[in-house]
């Protein structure tokens, strides 16, 4: 006899080569928005390899990261069907808050309930 196992997925992102002024914007706004936020410092492939298996709803890079890293994350976001968000380095907070709203809206559209506001978080 075969015995099945249920997965339960976090709510959560994967934030990539941001420095740490926006990786505290990140958890500052996906957290209020119910979505842990796991940050990669240990390079391009580490964060590559983590996708398809931590299947994050969120994917946010840093446009630092250059060209050919940023569309390796992008196709393995594509492939999960994670929002793929690329952040400038501009210094415009506001902007950058704005960017992450929206990404975290997105997300929520895409996965309904699993990336809902946690109980007694106002929306």
């Known amino acids: 006899m075969t015995t099945t196992h249920q997965i339960r997925i976090e709510p959560h992102a994967l934030v990539v080569g941001l420095p740490d002024e926006h990786v505290a914007l990140c958890h500052e706004v996906m957290g209020d928005a119910g979505l842990r936020v796991d940050v990669m410092r240990t390079g391009l492939v580490a964060a590559c390899e983590r996708i398809p298996r931590a299947l994050p709803q969120m994917v946010v890079a840093s446009a630092a990261l250059g060209p050919d890293a ?47 506001l946690p109980p007694g978080r106002p929306s």
């Open 70 to 116: 940023l569309d390796l994350l992008e196709d393995r976001a594509i492939a999960v069907g994670a929002v793929f968000l690329l952040l400038g380095e501009r210094p415009d907070y506001e902007a950058m808050e704005r960017q992450l709203e929206t990404g975290v809206a997105l997300a929520r559209e895409r996965f309904g309930r699993r990336s809902s």
